[in-house]
């Protein structure tokens, strides 16, 4: 009996063992990324001369959207078809590169999280934008996953700490700022009732102008770690969830919002996806 104690005792703890290393894991991965290859591999892309053309950037190497991803891909297309756009979907990192960025009116982090640029990527992307070009960043393109100081500065202009998980998603308002640029504010409403997973930073953004809030008093902000309760870090009622800015020549759109599938089948989150390369691009 004392053997199969033993064994008892020890397999138990190999599985406590296992299951704290997968935490472990688990918790490096969103906040780090694994180690990947990166694509140097220019693609081949035939750009019509008569549209303007849009990068949507889906490579993720910490945690993955993947139904918003999914379910975002085909709404691209139909925005890109409204307006008469050429839109270019991958997955791969070699397209980052002088020649063939400039050939785009706008660039998409489509929830790519991780590190998924190298240097010289990173590099061109940066030139890129400060050269006259866009870039948009949606839901998890704001995470802490990306561990690049340019990128936290001129498209997010603060840190994100955590969100919410505690009740997970929510509902609330989302309210469009009055103080907007026209294009922006196109068709759509004051306000609208969205659920999302929201992000909670550590400090309201710098140097950049509101497209839209939601009352952060109205939300539950529990987050995944037991010292994440009821942490706003200042956000309070006034949380903005899309923000813009000009980098240089060039500009910057970031939405905290786009975790699930069902966001884009939201028409107002539709609008202000739509408003935001309307307005890059002009």
């Known amino acids: 009996m004392k053997k199969i104690g033993k064994i008892i005792l020890w397999s138990l703890l190999g599985l406590l063992l296992l299951f704290g290393a997968a935490i472990g894991v688990f918790f490096y991965k969103i906040k780090y990324g694994f180690p990947v290859s990166y694509e140097t591999e220019k693609p081949v892309i035939e750009f019509p001369q008569s549209q303007a053309a849009i990068l949507v950037f ?34 791969e990192g070699g397209v980052f590169n002088e020649e063939q960025l400039k050939q785009f009116k706008a660039i998409i ?26 870039l948009l960043g949606i839901h998890g393109a704001g995470d802490n996953s990306h561990h690049w100081p340019w990128y936290e500065t001129h498209l997010l202009g603060t840190l994100f700490s955590h969100h919410s998980l505690n009740p997970h998603l929510q509902k609330t308002e ?12 196109r068709q ?7 659920e999302d997973e929201w992000y909670v930073f550590f400090s309201q953004p710098k140097d950049v102008q509101v497209v839209s809030y939601i009352n952060g008093d109205k939300i539950i902000p529990n987050g995944n770690l037991l010292w994440m309760r009821d942490k706003n870090f200042g ?18 759109f970031y939405t905290s919002m786009g975790h699930s599938q069902k966001v884009w089948q939201n028409a107002a989150f539709v609008r202000l996806v739509e408003n935001a390369l309307q307005w890059s691009i002009q």
């Open 58 to 91: 889906s490579k993720t190497t910490a945690f993955r959207h993947s139904e918003s991803i999914e379910a975002s891909l085909p709404v691209f297309t139909e925005i890109a078809r409204r307006n008469g756009w050429f839109v270019y979907q991958t997955e």
């Open 109 to 134: 982090f489509n929830n790519s999280t991780g590190r998924v640029l190298n240097e010289a990527q990173q590099q061109a992307l940066s030139q890129y934008v400060e050269a006259g070009g866009s």
């Open 174 to 185: 989302v309210h469009l700022e009055t103080a907007v640029d026209p294009t922006l504010a």
């Open 188 to 194: 759509l409403p004051s306000s609208w009732v969205h």
């Open 235 to 252: 956000m309070g009622p006034y949380h903005p969830v899309a923000w813009y800015r000009t980098v240089g020549k060039g500009k910057t």
